[in-house]
């Protein structure tokens, strides 16, 4: 009966997006990629919204029922089915009636299972389509038969590309440069590495008593440059997000120097490589939002590359949904772990891998401490800090891993403001 009742929500709600579409006709940007949707997602909006009336998808609205949520501007019912059922009637009101609807949607679009993206493609046209990176071992890969099957299915979304639109991706990304061969609209590179039309370079950390504070970078387009700063947040993901959100303005018109001053005072989504104070004088790097082995590595770097740490202090849960790719992948991380880490907290069985592993490659056993129990490990952590410690965590989301945040910041007050999953319905789980 729920599969029904939902199946009966997401065709209605569809029905009423597309209605909404066509009475509208907004520009319409599409984002999709294994890592930085989200984080890509607001950086755009960041900039457009001070030229163009415009609307993005709520926190992570990017599945067959998120992506219209999104667009008809309605709240996530969860479980209950009277808010679904206004959910209904609200939609069909604003499919009908609304006028004043946004110039511009930035809609995140994801893949759960076989088909999610050719169905959305159907109906969902895009002006401008992004993709972030396709790696060799994505996440949710345990429901398709192979990676290249989830390439596969991502890509479903350039079909959806109008024939005037234009194709905006990660040029460092070498499947995303081959496939840009077979586009027949304006393909637009941003990168770090490979020369391309949006270049950053020159990334380093910020720090402000020897305490890391953000990062900048230069951004450089044709004869153009600007040095950008991402404060609250490290890693090599932000010079491809702001890169990325770069790109989308030129297409606005918009200047490098304009979007440079638009995103000085961007903050990035909660649990993306976020900088937060912890208890006695650590500083945590909250990457709690989910977990994939392109994104665990990337994360393992940035901690590496800090200065002035007294220890590093790797929290690593589970990845999930790899299917028979996960023993392999948490090995991986386990040979990472070494270079990058002075401890290595884990969370949950899977991990366990990592640990294993971490040591077999030189890392000290007193120094390496393994959980399934998540609150245990967060109330431990608080008597094993000390002043001037850096803590990354990062877990796939049904770990929980914020939990450990609230457990050891400085301010648990700021939890509800600061970390991922705090709706009602979430604290319930």
Known sequence: ?????????????NYEARLLLFRAKPIIITITGSVGKTSTKDAIFSVLKNYRRTRKSEKSFNSE???PLSILGLPNAWDNPWLWLKNLIDGAIIALFNKQYPE???LETGVDRPGDMAS???WLKSDIVIITSLPDVPVHV????TPEAVTKEKLELLKALKPNGVF???HDDDKLSVIT??????????????PTQFMASADAVLYRDDVAIGTTFTLTHLDKTVQIRVLGSVGLQNTYTFSAAAAVASQFDITLEAVANALQNHQVPPGRMRLLSGIKNSLIIDDTYNSSPTAVESALLSLKELKGAKRKIAILGDMMELGHFSSREHEKVGELVPKCADVLITLGVRSRKIAQVALEFGMNEEFIFQYDD???AGRELQNYLQPGDVVLVKASQSIRAEKIIEEIMADPKLASELLVRQDEAWKKR
């Not at 009966?1 to 929500?9: A, D, G, T």
């Not at 345990?142 to 038969?145: A, G, L, V």
């Open 181 to 194: 061969k077979d586009v027949r609209q304006p393909s637009i590179g941003y990168g770090r590495y490979n």
């Open 65 to 67: 029922i998120g992506v």
């Open 142 to 145: 345990e429901y398709f038969t």
């Open 1 to 13: 009966m729920k599969r029904i009742f939902k199946k009966f929500i997401v065709f209605i709600l």
């Open 374 to 376: 998540v609150m245990r």
């Open 104 to 106: 511009v949607l930035v």
């Open 168 to 170: 905006i991706y990660n």
């Open 120 to 122: 959305l493609a159907k």
